[in-house]
């Protein structure tokens, strides 16, 4: 059984920061890549940020500049710093896993983050 915890996620004021943390347990082994996702209602969710098992990493443009991820694949723990926030990135923020040498996709429960005008 594989389980992901997300923490960090709350309210904020345009241009202050978060800090969300994941750690995943359960059979994730192998080559993988860990990263957040986000969604808002009515929306698909989106890729946010992604680290591989190598340390390479992806971004949303839209948070280029703003957010970091970061982390240590090898001990399934991620993190997202998310600095100059804005209202859009209010969402539902998902930590993710997928393995990339076996089928196995994971999903967090999600995590609110709200920044007001």
């Known amino acids: 059984q594989v389980e992901l915890v997300e923490s960090g996620g709350g309210l904020v004021k345009a241009g202050g920061s978060l800090r969300l943390s994941c750690v995943a347990s359960?059979?994730?082994?192998?080559?993988?890549?860990m990263g957040w996702f986000r969604q808002v209602p009515g929306a698909e969710r989106e890729l946010v940020a992604r680290i591989f098992s190598g340390g390479d990493t992806n971004y949303a443009d839209s948070v280029k500049g703003r957010f970091t991820i970061s982390g240590d694949v090898a001990k399934n723990t991620v993190f997202l710093q998310m600095n100059n926030l804005e209202p859009a990135d209010t969402a539902v923020y998902y930590c993710?896993?997928?393995?990339?040498?076996?089928?196995?996709?994971?999903w967090g429960q999600g995590t609110q983050v709200t920044v007001s005008s």
């Open positions: 993710n896993v997928l393995l990339l040498q076996r089928p196995g996709d994971y």
């Open positions: 359960g059979d994730v082994f192998g080559h993988r890549v």
